[in-house]
């Protein structure tokens, strides 16, 4: 959700945003999220009690967006599920999170008038939201450029890191 956010500062906020980097993201139109039945899962299981239950609750609900072509780090998942624990465990997020996505207007048109660098990232393996939305999103805009990772899912593989860095730290460099 958080490239659906960036993409309605930098319509919204044009003099504030220098550079957009969007990853597996999309312009909005509610055909691109194929994996609504994964999310309406997780919306199913039962609520974690306590700290250990919600890490293990956060690994079993990002399976799904693991990356086929790379090894899931179960000890950064742990880690970060534990973060966000400790941060503020909310479990209705989920649903709300949905909810703001699924209401989230196409922006294909206004996407076309922004005139900053922008990337756009995505895993050819995403079963959340179609890589196809990177394509939609490339064409909206004007001057972005599109990498596409073979093997990544909905999940920044370590393995990648380095790449995906490297990539936003260009763009960046663009503005």
């Not at 909005?28 to 994964?38: E, N, P, V």
């Not at 400790?86 to 209705?92: F, L, M, N, V």
Request: hydrophobic residues 40%; glycine residues 8%; contains cysteine.
């Amino acid at each position: 959700m958080g490239g659906m956010i960036a993409q309605e500062l930098a319509i919204g906020h044009r003099g504030r945003v220098r550079s957009l980097a969007l990853i597996y993201t999309a312009p909005g139109d509610a055909a691109f999220f194929k994996g609504t039945d994964l999310v309406h899962a997780r919306m199913e299981l039962p609520l974690a009690r306590t700290r250990a239950e919600a890490v293990e609750l956060y690994l079993r609900n990002e399976a799904p967006c693991s990356s086929p072509g790379y090894p899931t780090d179960l000890d950064w998942l742990r880690e970060l599920g534990g973060l966000m624990y400790d941060r503020d465990y909310d479990p209705s997020g989920t649903a709300r999170q949905l909810d703001a996505l699924l209401a989230f207007p196409d922006r294909t048109e206004q996407l076309a008038r922004l005139d900053v660098p922008t990337t756009i990232l995505h895993g050819e393996s995403d079963r959340l939201i179609d890589p196809a939305a990177a394509h939609a999103l490339h064409r909206a805009i004007p001057g972005s450029t599109l990498t596409l990772f073979a093997g990544m899912g909905h999940e920044l593989p370590r393995a990648l890191w380095r790449d995906i860095v490297a990539l936003i730290n260009e763009n960046a460099c663009g503005a």
